[in-house]
């Protein structure tokens, strides 16, 4: 029973290289989102998907492009690392907008 | 917007005591969903409980219970028997019913155990 899978859990990145943060799902879940998680503000939105397809942003999506070709994966890119985008990454899903979110184990990036 | 708040960044508890970690979230909506989220060291993010905004009985879940005021916005966790394993950064969340395409977190409440 995986649940979310993430992956890397760990990685180093120089600016202005890109990136992509894998995530995958074996619930069947149509509901899919990456946050960040930065000290002291909580988890915020970077983008989210409703199913296959669909996507849309969230929060603070500037600097990560998303795609979902697949009901099970949902990857996040980063299209040109900065320092600040420095953070710990969270992949999430849900079956519909009534339940609660399942998390991957997060993904530690820093930007050097 | 919806936003919550958590306004103890910081709380402690003895070993077997009960500690209460408050949380308020703002929203004009009537239909929604309240978490409570526990991250260990591990970094795993971990449900805790839940709550339905249409429920008046409030959520219990073992040594986890809640008191839910929707009147006063208020979903604060209560957590009875302390445990070593029950350190973590717990994070209070807010999903609203009608759109549902994003959890809203509060900043967190870090909680120490003390033996």
């Known amino acids: 029973n995986a649940g979310v899978t993430q992956t890397p859990k760990f990685q180093v990145l120089k600016t202005g290289q890109s990136m992509t943060l894998q995530c995958a799902q074996d619930m069947n879940h149509e509901y899919m989102s990456w946050y960040r998680q930065d000290p002291g503000m909580g988890l915020r939105l970077i983008h989210y998907?409703?199913?296959?397809?669909?996507?849309d942003q969230g929060e603070v999506p500037n600097g990560y492009n998303v795609s979902r070709s697949t009901t099970e994966d949902f990857p996040l890119r980063l299209l040109s690392a900065a320092p600040s985008q420095t953070s710990v990454y969270f992949c999430?899903?849900?079956?519909?907008?009534?339940?609660?979110?399942?998390f991957g184990q997060g993904t530690r990036l820093t930007v050097v | 917007a919806q936003t919550v708040t958590q306004s103890q960044p910081e709380m402690s508890v003895q070993e077997a005591e009960t500690v209460t970690l408050s949380c308020t979230y703002d929203?004009?909506?009537?239909?929604?969903?309240l978490f409570w989220y526990k991250q260990p060291p591990s970094r795993q993010m971990i449900l805790v409980i839940r709550?339905?905004?249409?429920?008046?009985q409030n959520a219990t879940e073992n040594r986890f219970s809640v008191n839910f005021q929707k009147a006063a916005k208020s979903f604060s966790l209560k957590i009875s028997d302390s445990q070593l394993g029950d350190a973590a950064m717990y994070f209070c969340a807010y999903r609203n019913a009608n759109t549902g395409n994003q959890f809203y977190f509060g900043t967190g409440t870090s909680l120490t155990v003390i033996p």
């Open positions: 998907s409703v199913g296959a397809g669909i996507t």
């Open positions: 709550q339905e905004a249409y429920k008046q």
């Open positions: 999430a899903s849900s079956f519909d907008r009534y339940t609660e979110a399942f």
């Open positions: 929203t004009s909506e009537s239909d929604y969903y």
